[in-house]
T-cell receptor, first 109, second 114 residues
Framework: KNEVEQSPQNLTAQEGEFITINCSYS?????LHWLQQHPGGGIVSLFM?????KKHGRLIATINIQEKHSSLHITASHPRDSAVYIC???????????WGAGTKLIIKP | DVKVTQSSRYLVKRTGEKVFLECVQD?????MFWYRQDPGLGLRLIYFSYDVKMKEKGDIPEGYSVSREKKERFSLILESASTNQTSMYLC?????????????FGEGSRLTVL
């Protein structure tokens, strides 16, 4: 079993829809990262969370430490949000990162 | 702005050649990583370093070596390139400790070995 599980693997939605991507993990962590990668592009950090909730524009990230679960929400989705969204956790026992497999999001106009 | 800069965006090399991939970050980060990214396999850790002259093997270190002589620079070396090392190589860095923060990636170096 993977230590970091993302769902769904693939998501197609219409422009304007509210999007939720989930990340569950099984290890103790010091931080959780959400990152974005556009097709053919580099990886960009969206959020780093250790508790609670963060918001940046139309993106919202939440984390529940007790349940070992995080969600990334996109409000009023737009075709330019089409990308792979990746969850990664930083274990609290070492410096390494454990990566989710990514969620491929396609927003249709 | 924090910047992680990789020396080459695209490289084409021949089998057996020695390949150097350089990564430089300008924010005094302790931790630096080299990953390769292949379709369907996601990100796989090759090596990481948590301090100058320190290095640790990741999940797929075979065929690679690294060098961290200065804090800002982390080099990936392919001693004798092979076709199965054709891939996108990504460098990343972050700070730990009291000021632990975001993870930053370079733009990537796409290596083709012929």
């Amino acid at each position: 079993k993977n230590e970091v599980e993302q769902s769904p693997q693939n998501l197609t939605a219409q422009e304007g829809e509210f999007i939720t991507i989930n990340c569950s993990y099984s290890v103790g962590i010091s931080a959780l990262h959400w990152l974005q990668q556009h097709p053919g592009g580099g990886i960009v950090s969206l959020f780093m969370l250790s508790s609670g909730k963060k918001k940046h524009g139309r993106l919202i990230a939440t984390i529940n430490i007790q349940e070992k679960h995080s969600s990334l929400h996109i409000t009023a989705s737009h075709p330019r949000d089409s990308a792979v969204y990746i969850c990664a956790v930083r274990e609290d026992s070492n410096y390494q990162l454990i990566w989710g497999a990514g969620t491929k999001l396609i927003i249709k106009p | 702005d924090v910047k992680v800069t990789q020396s080459s965006r695209y490289l084409v090399k021949r089998t057996g050649e020695k390949v150097f991939l350089e990564c430089v970050q300008d924010m005094d980060h302790e931790n630096m990583f080299w990953y390769r990214q292949d379709p369907g396999l996601g990100l796989r850790l090759i090596y990481f370093s948590y301090d100058v002259k320190m290095k640790e093997k990741g999940d797929i270190p075979e065929g690679y070596s690294v060098s961290r002589e200065k804090k800002e620079r982390f080099s990936l070396i392919l001693e004798s390139a092979s076709t199965n090392q054709t891939s996108m190589y990504l460098c990343a860095s972050f700070r730990t400790g009291l000021w632990a923060g975001e993870l930053f990636f370079g733009e990537g170096s796409r290596l083709t070995v012929l």
